[in-house]
């Protein structure tokens, strides 16, 4: 049995069966959409494959994910669980909010030519509030990628908590470098042989800072690369190139996140901090160039009337 937290329970009757829809495979089963009728809205479920037939770690590392991410509930920039449900027994799922825009690559790849910068600040900004917000929990991600941030009504949201783990433990779970090689930071890629993983925050800021090139850019990072060439790029000190017209003060911000060395990587407050002054300072010069606007509008009108008399 699952160990009693303050976690729902649903019971498994209230999803519609003729909703289900698999959309996805997770670290330890299937992950299905579908609609709960007491909630009114539609919801993600994560499966965990038949818990009589997996190994006891596995069955641990299914706890764990319910339990870290169960510590971020409150954050508006993380997933929502709500609850867990069991479809049969032994057959257990974590029951989460539905992004309505699916993860961020799609998002990107459907929508960037839409972005304004104002737009690409605040998603940057909001995984960077969910990001501090584990950080102040005492919380590691460590594993996030694009592919792990969605949108739920134009929110970005961080999700997965598999791989997470509390920084006042030394429980490792997973035996093995874990994660999206691109988005990995070089003291992890480094350490992979020894199997000694120096996983801190910083190690969280260097992916963020990948995270927010990509918001930059609209593109995947090392696109054109196989894994093997990416990682001997990024330990050779490679980063992906600035896309132009990019903002002096965005561009320091995600260059600082990807140091080589992580305590010259910048904290999670200063790029917080650093985006909310962006942030107010775009909505600043577009507000003061409407009234600019209006006030040649004026000038011109004002004009018209005096040729007319």
Known sequence: MIEKQVI????????????????????FGSIIKTYWTNGHNYVVCKKLINSSDIQYKEWEAFKHELHMQSRAHSCENIIRILGISQSDKDKYHIVMEYADEGDLKHYLSNHFEELDWNRKFRLALDITNGLQFLHKEK??????????????????????????KSMNTATIIHEK?????RYVAPEVLRASKTKQYPYTEYSDIYSLGVLLWEISSGQNPFEDHSDYTVIGAILSGYREERIKNTPDEYYELYSKSWSDEPERRCTIDYVYYGLNKLLDKKENDDKKEVDDKKEIDKGDSLYLSSDDL
């Open 8 to 27: 729902k329970s649903i019971n498994w009757s209230e999803f519609k069966s003729d909703s289900v829809k698999e959309i996805g495979k997770g670290n």
């Open 139 to 164: 919380i590691l991600h460590r594993d996030l990628h694009a592919k792990n941030i969605v949108i739920h009504q134009g929110k970005a949201k961080i999700t997965d908590f598999g791989y997470s």
């Open 177 to 181: 470098v874990f994660g999206n090689i």
